[in-house]
Each structure stands twice: as C-alpha cells, then as structure tokens.
C-alpha cells in the first residue's frame, strides 16, 4: 500500500522557521522523485520544492533561498526545511510522489504563519 505520512506543521511567527517530514514506511519511493506541494484556501496546489532520486532539487521562485528539501534514503523520508516564514506560506503542505508516471500524495499539513 502506498502511503505517505507529514507531520512538523504548526503555528509559528513571521521570520521563523520550522522543518516538514514525510515518511514513506513502505519504502515505494527510494529511486523515485518526491516533492512538496502546498495549497492555500482558494488557490490551486502549487509546487513548493522536488527532489530526484540522486538528490537534485528544484524550488518555486517564492521560495528559493529560504526554503531547502532534502532527503534520507536510509530512513525513508523526505524532509522541507523552511526558513524565514512569511504570512503567505501559510498553507496546507502536501508530500508528493511520483512512480511510474503516477502522483501518491499524503494527507497535508498545515502551516500557519501569524503573529
């Protein structure tokens, strides 16, 4: 069963910062690209950050240089280090995978960022 699970969302405030995972406990996607994704209320879900099977990345303009995705083959899990929160990264964060032409997707977590 293909299941991937975030978790690390929460309230923080402008300027900080906070670390997403998603672990894939079935191991689906060690040779396969994984992403973030966010969505907001009333918008369409949009590409955060992806990450290739031998590591290279690419981010979304609004977040080059504050956001770093990552990878740990051996535990499974991708990881969103966000730094330097702004009010408009306060979405629900997704985790994507992606295998054989076909997107997985966790359930979300959700970021806010309010003072």
């Known amino acids: 069963q293909v299941q991937l699970v975030e978790s690390g969302g929460g309230l923080v405030q402008p300027g900080g910062s906070l670390r997403l995972s998603c672990a894939d406990p079935?191991?689906?996607?060690?040779?396969?690209?994984m992403g973030w994704y966010r969505q907001a209320p009333g918008k369409q879900r949009e590409l955060v950050a992806r990450i290739s099977s031998s590591g290279s990345t690419n981010y979304a303009d609004s977040v080059k240089g504050r956001f770093f995705i990552s990878r740990d083959n051996a535990k499974n899990t991708v990881y969103l280090q966000m730094n330097s929160l702004k009010p408009e990264d306060t979405s629900v964060y997704y985790c994507?995978?992606?295998?054989?032409?076909?997107?997985?997707w966790g359930k979300g977590t959700l970021v806010t960022v309010s003072s």
């Open positions: 079935g191991r689906i996607f060690s040779d396969n690209d």
């Open positions: 994507n995978g992606r295998r054989f032409g076909f997107d997985y």
